[in-house]
């Protein structure tokens, strides 16, 4: 797919031609004199610049860059080969006046005044060069002087190295208190020469601003030097090496080996800070089990451990820019949990992300893990951790317990380190369990000998040195004090994966009427800690006690259960105290069903589906339940059971606009539902999947699916109203196909004055009447009479449909701000209720808005969503799509091309990963009319011949490519399309 503007690939194609023409010597008269004026023009821009600037230091830079093209004005003779540099300090200019508006030098913060230096310490370089060129030419008395071109380019390069450093320092700064920077960004991408769209750099300034990812940048910082790091010097300086070379760096070995904590060391070596600054980031993945981990969450922590949030249909894009921008290091800790993914799709996904983010140049990663199952096409370069060394273990261990006690017993110490093998948390462990409990060294030295013998004859004992670290902690006075209750609740505590939430313990807990004290004392032991609102276990730990000690008992388990389900019944669409509980626990509630489904399924069965309900309304995102639910084996008393938890796991991924998977989903509910005979769902599942294939655009599919399921043995048994329905969305898919007229379109009805689907077909029946060109006032009348059928609370969708059918007609009549008013009705309906409905009207209206010629309205209302809809538009492709397109039809509409085109390819690109056909045809059609507009009829050619392959997987004629879809057709102006299907000229002899 194009990249570029034909004229940029024409423009290229020329100057690289040795065959190409060379200019006249009135040509290049012409140019010289063309270059002087710009010279004028740009020393007197950047002169009145450094008047109205109040940063002395800004001042300097641009009173040199004058200097420099005064020099260039006035004695040298090959002007025309600084054009680069002269574009180059004007936009220097340019990006000073509004970097340090209102800024003295005295405010001005830490990132501009490093930036400012290096610029100004570059021209001033730069300056004295070209100056003594000068004087070399009039002392040999030449009334001009040249410098070669190599010499220009080699400026060239460093104001590009110094503008690359003022964007990833500068920048990043003024984002945080300019509101609109879209020349800035153009220019710096013509500087830096970085490889992005103009939307990709955009998306890093302002997120209001037009982008396929929107990407925001709020400096993190690294975790702190660990305080009880001792030892390891030579491994440090090896591994600094390394990364100061670039080397990618896996570090393996056991848990609590100290993976972590060397790794948060080498981010605070000086070597490593100097090449790095503040581009050192530590991304945490103990939090997560790798039951629920998936290829979202894997992206969403790395973005959140940079600073940025990411939306789009492609998260892996906004973090590679983001990476691009400087040199930076990454660590990934405790890699084992996406390593040992349980979902197909995070194993399958996450190690061609990490390959692609190792392949971006200056990019360096270190990988902590307990595993070797690495990501395979990335270089790295092992290390096994080894323990610590006995000097370094006694400083651990006497950081904690008091060295003036161990007088008589050093070498006991000695050796009781030796036998934990030298491992690092298993002697923070000990230290703090000897200490809190007051413990002598005898006494230490009595327990551990008395408790694991069984470790002084293993010999290595790495993870088992840990695990009688445990032991000896859990055996401490002050857990033995907690009784039973103890070891239950951290039981407890590791087995939820998000943790205990510590406002909900009581609630989870209530026969642990000690539950917060108990938390306290575990937390003292450095057995749990806080975060945010729950209470956690290390990755280690949490591993020791799943494999070592019984899972929560049935009382406990029971008490959660009935908490979180009983949460999930209560739960409804309106955003509540229960809804809160579903938001906060979901993980947590997640893998309490999933245990249980594999336990006791059929009284599961229903928890789970209203949980994948509560999913839904409240927090749509991929679950892990899908193998889990796949995964029961049914028997026929629970057919019917399952088949409900499929429909709902079909609904959350329709929501998610996951329509593959919602398709195959639905197709095993069906099979369920006609093992137990229940008709009517088999045309639920029927219809939906039918329904899935017309959201793809896939209209021959879905027809024949519906055209198929009318000769089943299930349509008998169907009532009218139901076949009413199935009769529905089969018109719905002929109507896009213009097989039939309109007449024959919606007008089998159930006589049912109850039923939905009869009213809602009489809608699409004049609507259809519209698309086919039938007359318009006739169409509104008729409209109007059934709106007046639709009332709020009974029918809101067929009452949508109506109003959007009149929107339609309004719209196609030029009314155009009735049919503003129209789509705002239906946003108000909707308000508070479905997010995706009022961000897709909202989109609607921004299409109205661009028709109006108000194109900063409608970049208002496609861009600057509330958070809430940029929640589910983050989350649903479909809805991206949509404004996706429409925002390219908005550019495309304003004459910004290069934004509409950069549009348009991402939504080709989403459209390809969702399996969708019309926004992609659509999205092909702009591209072509954009090469129609730049006179390149060749590629306009190229993209209106694909369309027609796209037309005919539809079913859709392609002189009716846009008859359904009035709001998404393009002004009249961009005629290439139609000119291509009528074999005019210029198509005429390309065809």
Not at 722 to 740: E, G, H, I, N, P
Request: aromatic share 8%; net charge negative; proline share 4%.
């Amino acid at each position: 797919m194009p990249s570029k503007s034909p004229k940029s690939r024409k423009s290229k194609e020329s100057k690289n031609n040795p065959h190409t023409k060379q200019p006249t010597s009135e040509i290049k008269e012409s140019q010289a004199e063309n270059m002087s004026q710009l010279l004028d023009v740009t020393i007197a821009g950047i002169s009145a610049v450094q008047i109205v600037v109040p940063s002395d230091l800004a001042k300097g830079v641009l009173g040199t860059v004058v200097s420099i093209l005064m020099t260039v004005q006035s004695v040298i003779k090959n002007k025309s080969a600084f054009l680069a540099l002269v574009n180059k300090c004007k936009t220097i200019g340019e990006i000073l006046e509004r970097a340090t508006k209102d800024t003295t030098d005295d405010n001005l913060p830490g990132y501009l005044a490093h930036a400012l230096s290096e610029l100004n310490s570059l021209v001033n370089d730069i300056n004295n060069k070209v100056v003594s060129r000068k004087k070399q030419g009039l002392l040999k008395r030449f009334l001009s002087v040249t410098i070669d071109r190599d010499q220009i380019a080699s400026w060239e390069k460093d104001i590009d190295s110094a503008l690359k450093l003022f964007d990833t320092e500068a920048l990043v700064g003024i984002a945080m208190r300019v509101e609109e920077l879209p020349g800035i960004t153009t220019r710096v991408e013509e500087l830096t020469g970085i490889t992005m769209r103009v939307e990709e750099v955009v998306s890093r300034i302002d997120s209001n601003l037009t982008s396929v990812n929107v990407l925001k940048y709020q400096p993190i910082e690294p975790p702190s030097r660990p305080s009880m790091f001792y030892g390891r010097d030579d491994l440090m300086a090896e591994l600094t090496t390394l990364v100061v070379n670039g080397e990618h760096i896996a570090l393996i070995g056991p848990g609590g080996m100290g993976k972590s904590s060397l790794a948060k060391a080498i981010l605070h070596e000086p070597r490593i800070i100097e090449k790095f600054a503040d581009r050192r980031f530590f991304v945490a993945y103990d939090d997560l089990d790798p039951s629920t981990i998936t290829f979202e969450t894997f992206m969403t922590h790395f973005a959140k451990a940079l600073g940025i949030e990411i939306t789009g249909a492609d998260p892996l894009r906004p973090i590679s820019t983001f990476l691009h921008s400087a040199s930076t290091l990454v660590v990934l800790d405790n890699a084992e949990t996406f390593e040992d993914a349980s979902a197909l799709s995070a194993l399958e996904k996450i190690p061609p992300a990490i390959a692609k983010i190792a392949d971006i140049h200056g990019v360096v990663l270190i990988l902590t893990s307990r595993s070797r199952r690495n990501a395979t096409d990335v270089l790295w370069r092992t290390m096994d951790i080894p323990p610590l060394d006995l000097s370094s273990a006694e400083r651990v261990f006497f950081q904690t317990y008091p060295r003036s006690r161990c007088s008589d017993a050093e070498e006991e110490i000695k050796d009781l380190l030796r036998e934990l093998d030298f491992h690092p948390l298993s002697i923070n462990l000990l230290a703090h369990t000897a200490r809190q409990n007051d413990w002598s060294p005898a006494m230490l030295l009595q327990r551990w000998n008395n408790r694991h013998s069984a470790v002084l004859n293993a010999g290595k004992g790495r993870l088992q040195s840990l695990s009688d670290t445990m032991q000896l902690s859990l055996n401490s006075p002050s857990i033995q004090g907690l009784g039973e209750d103890g070891r239950r609740t951290l039981a407890i505590i590791a087995f939820l994966p998000q943790g205990l939430n510590d406002n909900l313990a009581g609630d989870l807990l209530p026969s642990l009427q000690e539950v917060d004290t108990i938390c306290d004392v575990l937390r003292r032991q450095s057995l749990v800690y806080r975060q945010d609102d729950f209470i956690k276990v290390l990755a280690p730990i949490r591993h020791y006690v799943q494999d070592s000690l019984p899972l929560p008992d049935s009382t406990h388990l029971q008490e959660i259960r009935t908490f979180y389900y009983g949460t999930v019944e209560q739960c409804l669409e309106e955003q509540d105290g229960y809804a809160n509980i579903i938001i906060s626990d979901h993980f947590n509630i997640e893998h309490v069903v999933a245990f249980d489904l594999a336990h006791i399924p059929e009284e599961t069965y229903r928890a789970c589906s209203k949980f994948l309900n509560c999913l839904t309304w409240h927090l749509p995102r991929p679950t892990t339940l899908t193998p889990a639910i796949f995964n029961v084996i049914e028997n026929s008393s629970t057919y019917e059971l399952k088949a409900y938890c499929l429909w709902s796991l079909g609904c959350l991924y329709d929501a998610l606009s996951q329509l593959t998977d919602t398709i195959k989903i639905f197709k095993a509910a069906e099979a369920l539902f006609l093992a137990t005979g229940n008709h009517k769902m088999v045309a639920e599942c029927v219809t939906s999947c039918a329904d899935m294939y017309r959201c793809q655009a896939r209209f021959i599919q879905s027809q024949q699916l519906l055209q198929g399921f009318q000769r089943s043995e299930s349509w008998e048994y169907l009532s009218e109203p139901t076949k009413s329905q199935v009769w529905y969305f089969l018109d719905r898919a002929r109507m896009c196909r213009f097989t039939a007229s309109a007449d024959e379109l919606y007008v089998k009805y159930s006589d049912s004055e109850d039923h939905l689907y009869d009213l809602l077909s009489k809608i699409q029946h004049w609507r259809a009447k519209l698309y086919y060109g039938g007359e318009t006032v006739q169409v509104n009348e008729r409209l109007k009479d059934l709106l007046l059928q639709c009332t709020f609370t009974q029918v809101c969708f067929a009452r949508r449909d109506a109003l959007m059918g009149l929107a339609e007609v309004a719209f196609c009549e030029g009314r155009l701000s009735e049919a503003m008013d129209i789509l705002q009705q239906i946003v108000e309906m909707f308000e508070g209720q479905h997010s995706d409905d009022v961000l897709w009207y909202t989109v609607l209206k921004a299409a109205v808005a661009s028709k109006q010629g108000d194109h900063a309205l409608a970049r208002k209302l496609i861009y600057n969503a509330p958070g809430s809809l940029q929640f589910f538009e983050l989350r649903s492709a479909f809805i991206f799509l949509h404004r996706s397109y429409a925002a390219a039809c908005i550019e495309l509409t304003a004459g910004a091309y290069d934004r509409a085109e950069s549009h348009f390819i991402a939504t080709i690109e989403g459209c390809d990963i969702q399996g969708q056909l019309d926004f992609k045809a659509y999205s092909k059609r702009g591209l072509g009319e954009i090469a129609f507009a730049h006179d390149d009829f060749a590629l306009a050619a190229v993209y209106f011949t694909e369309i027609l392959s796209v037309c005919a997987e539809m079913g859709v004629p392609e002189r009716h490519l846009y008859s359904c879809e009035p709001f998404y057709v393009l002004p009249d102006r961009f005629c290439g399309w139609t000119l291509f299907l009528e074999g005019q000229s210029p198509f005429a002899n390309i065809m």
